[in-house]
């Protein structure tokens, strides 16, 4: 199974972006849908997360800025971010959690927010 992440790109400050990820195969009991970011010279970093029954996680950051969306029947999640700002510049790369030492990552997508 593959995770295709989609939707990057270069965006000036104040604008939006929205990412995908979708599966490349059916894959069961998905606990948590999530998107990490990893900026240069960072460690990677959690961004938002949604449970299977649709409980949110935000990182400090994120909050009021991106929301987090999942598709069950579509093994999809996405994740709208507005007011983006310079420092939101980094590779952004969704997880499918199922259980320890399970779980899946999508191969990253750029998002570049100039000033």
């Known amino acids: 199974v593959q995770l295709q992440a989609s939707g990057g790109g270069l965006v000036q400050s104040g604008g939006s972006l929205r990412l995908s990820c979708a599966a490349s195969a059916s894959i069961s009991s998905i606990n948590v849908m999530g998107w990490h970011r990893q900026a240069p010279g960072k460690q990677r970093e959690l961004v938002a997360s949604?449970?299977?029954?649709?409980?949110?996680n935000y990182a400090e950051f994120a909050k009021g800025r991106f929301t987090i969306s999942r598709d069950n029947a579509k093994l999809t999640a996405s994740m709208q971010m507005n007011s983006l700002k310079p420092e939101d510049t980094a590779i952004y790369y969704c997880?499918?959690?199922?259980?320890?030492?399970?779980?899946?990552w999508g191969q990253g997508t750029l998002v570049t927010v100039s000033s």
């Open positions: 949604i449970t299977s029954g649709g409980v949110t």
């Open positions: 997880n499918f959690y199922m259980g320890p030492y399970n779980s899946y």
